[in-house]
């Protein structure tokens, strides 16, 4: 539950204070911003395309993917995205639709990103979760999904893929109500599927969109739609999908609970949604439906009980995600901040959360509309950008401008699952070495955790979720900072846990003989960490010591 500010929000008109300008409602209530979550293939490049596609942003599909072919020539990492076909950068994508301003933050798909992901969530005001419809939920939407959930987002479930043989479509509402514990409220209701997918029905309006084969790069503009009890329905869809498609109004009104946007925005419902993000059908009602009842930029709570409104007068946000050396001729590096409240002005100075009085200056933020990097002159509560980082951010730092001390919770960091010794096999190099670790490890590409010893200085372990993860760091030390690397898997272990009760604990437990087999490491903070061989010892270990509280994420310090 969300606590009432302490820090008014001001009148609703523009505001001058120390010469910083809050935001206009008018900018605040036009923005949404969202995420797409899915299981890779599911389609969320498609349907990123069509988006854009309907936001003017892009003039034809297929633009999407030569974005990061235009990145993949100038950056050399990402070779490693070209031989494994896959697309591990995230960014964020903005378009205008319909008077909106809409944010996409735009997730890398491949699991092994997925802490990557994590982060990008907390950013994000809406999740969009796309489910193939012939799979139903997958392992990564549903790993995702907690994430959501922990986070409180909105969620909204777009099910993709109609015009493939699909399962039905209460079957899918079934399964997600069934694991998720989320109730469905579909918006658009499917009529057949595969070849005898015939279109959507909008519940609400009782008006039924057709389906058309629009091809994978022209804009379907002109969808015939006709009302549910139009006579000449039953005609164009087959009276077999007409009477089936009555029976299902029918049963939806019966048994699924009607929209109810407060359940919406706490998560406890999902605005449902069916179409085919391939041959664009149902992606623009579900952009234009989404706008209306997408959360607006929201408020963020600090670590105290004061809350943030976005139209608070002085600008705040904080970083989620640091990038370096997107272009090797620049060497640049941004970190992504995510606006809170206010509004960015380019050239504006604002102080930061860990460096008392220091002020910083804003000088060239950008944002990535479509594939083009643009500077930002003003930015708005809901809008991420991108500001140039000589090394003074920090994923979770917050900035702010005015009297106001502003510090928001840091983003915790998820548990790793793959763990490797990390040598320089080559002592000349070692200041190279340092600095490209340090970099990786500031962006958060990996995590870092040593043997246990009294001076902090016990072998290095790097710590990551997939293993893909590794091949980077590997490859960009290599690339980046002209040094190579020596890993050794520490094979076996697979689960990791933050001790919360400290070395004492620790130390009690392994006197008492009953931490044999696991490993105990440090993280960066020199806070124990213990590494597990699989869930099982894990569970035994946790009903052995039961005083001892084991976390699946470091909390950020
Ligand atoms: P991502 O991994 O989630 O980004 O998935 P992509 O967007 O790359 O799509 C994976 C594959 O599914 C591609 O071959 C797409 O052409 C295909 N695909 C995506 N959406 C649809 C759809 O609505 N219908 C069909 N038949 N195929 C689709």
Redesign the pocket.
């Known amino acids: 539950p969300k606590t009432e500010p302490k820090l008014a929000p001001v009148a609703p008109t523009t505001t001058s204070k120390g010469g910083q300008w809050a935001a206009t409602p008018f900018e605040i209530d036009r923005r949404r911003n969202f995420a797409i979550i ?1 299981h ?8 990123t395309e069509k988006l854009l596609l309907y936001g003017g942003a892009i003039q034809e599909a297929g633009a999407v993917r030569s974005r990061s072919d235009q990145r993949k020539a100038t950056s050399d990492w990402m070779e490693l995205e070209k031989q494994r076909g896959i697309s591990i950068t995230s960014t964020v994508l903005s378009f205008e639709y319909d008077g909106n301003h809409i944010n996409l933050l735009d997730t890398p ?1 491949h699991q092994d990103f997925s802490e990557d992901t994590y982060r990008t969530l907390a950013a994000a005001d809406n999740a969009v979760m ?1 489910v193939d419809a012939a799979k139903g939920l997958e392992p990564q939407t549903r790993k995702l999904f907690e994430v959501c959930k922990l986070r409180e987002l909105p969620i909204f479930t777009f099910v ?2 109609l ?2 043989p699909s399962l039905s479509p209460f079957e899918l509402l079934d399964q997600i109500e069934r694991e998720f514990g989320m109730k469905m409220a579909p918006v658009l209701w499917p009529i057949g599927d595969g070849e005898e997918f015939k279109g959507v029905l909008d519940r609400d309006t009782k008006t039924v969109h057709l389906f058309e084969r629009a091809g994978r790069t022209k804009k379907a503009t002109d969808m015939p739609e006709l009302d549910l009890h139009d006579p000449k329905l039953p005609e164009l869809i087959t009276e077999e999908l007409h009477e089936q498609l009555l029976e299902d109004v029918e049963m939806l009104d019966e048994l699924v609970e009607p929209l109810d946007m407060e359940r919406v925005l706490t998560g406890e419902q999902s605005p449902m949604f069916f179409g ?4 664009n059908f149902g992606v623009e009602l579900f952009l234009k439906r989404f706008l209306t009842i997408g959360q607006k930029p929201s408020s963020r709570r600090m670590g105290n009980a004061d809350v943030i409104l976005p139209g608070y007068n002085e600008f705040t946000g904080f970083v989620f995600k640091l990038q370096a050396n997107l272009d090797p001729r620049h060497r640049d590096r941004l970190a992504y901040v995510r606006v809170v409240s206010g509004r960015y002005e380019k050239g504006m100075k604002v102080q930061h959360s860990r460096m008392k009085g220091k002020q910083v200056t804003l000088a060239h933020a950008q944002q990535l509309f479509a594939q083009e990097r643009e500077t930002v002159l003003a930015a708005y509560p809901g809008d991420v950008i991108g500001i140039n980082n000589p090394g003074h951010f920090a994923i979770g730092d917050t900035i702010f401008t005015g009297s106001n001390k502003i510090r928001f919770p840091g983003i915790p960091s998820f548990s790793p699952e793959c763990f490797a010794y990390m040598r320089n096999p080559n002592p000349s190099k070692y200041k190279n070495y340092r600095k490209g670790l340090d970099q990786l490890l500031d962006e958060g590409a990996v995590q870092m955790l040593r043997e246990r010893s009294d001076d902090g200085n016990g072998n290095p372990i790097l710590a990551a979720v997939g293993t893909l993860q590794f091949d980077v760091v590997q490859h960009r030390m290599k690339a980046e900072y002209g040094v190579d690397t020596i890993l050794e898997p520490l094979s076996g272990y697979n689960t990791a846990r933050w001790a919360e009760g400290g070395w004492e604990s620790i130390d009690e437990a392994t006197k008492a003989g009953k931490l044999f087999g696991v490993f105990t490491a440090q993280d960066r903070f020199g806070r124990p960490v213990l590494l597990f061989r699989n869930e099982w010892k894990l569970a035994n270990v946790q009903g052995d010591l039961p005083q001892l509280e084991l976390i699946p994420w470091s909390r950020p310090p």
Not at 40 to 47: C, R, V
Not at 276 to 279: E, F, K, N, Q, Y
């Open positions: 899915s890779p293939d599911a389609g969320k490049t498609t349907l798909g796309l993709n893929k015009d493939r085919s993000a391939m041959t």
